[in-house]
């Protein structure tokens, strides 16, 4: 188990790539601090697919809560350098408030606002 940031960045990792820039994400941490990984052992741009990466043991990962609270809750995965945790960030929902809300907006709606509030 890693015990700093600087003892993570020396262990294999698994990357989320900005396809826009073509690098990998950072990584961010409490304070402002980040990481981009140097030991990628795996890289892709889907989350779902670095979540499994991580699932099957292949590198370390730092991926969003909603998709690894429910493996953290089972035992599969493990949180590490807890102590370095950022402030979460803010989502924002969106919808038309004027005139009549057409039916297939609000369904979307609904179904955003239930699964952030399960989060």
């Given at each position: ?35 981009t ?8 741009d ?34 590490v ?9 803010d ?9 009549p ?5 609000r ?7 239930k699964?952030?509030e399960?989060?």
């Amino acid at each position: 188990m890693p015990e700093s940031i600087e003892a993570l960045s020396e262990l294999p990792t698994v990357a989320l790539i900005d396809n826009s820039s073509g690098r990998a994400w950072p990584w961010y941490f409490e304070d402002g601090q980040q990481l981009t990984p140097n030991k990628r052992v795996f890289v892709t741009d889907d989350a779902e697919t670095e979540l499994s990466m991580v699932l099957q043991g292949v590198g370390f990962g730092q991926i969003a809560d909603c998709l690894v609270q429910p493996h953290i809750r089972d035992g599969r995965l493990v949180t590490v350098l807890t102590e370095f945790t950022p402030p979460p960030w803010d989502i924002y929902v969106y919808r038309p408030q004027r005139g009549p809300v057409p039916a297939r907006i609000r369904i979307v709606y609904d179904r955003i606002l239930k699964a952030v509030e399960q989060i």
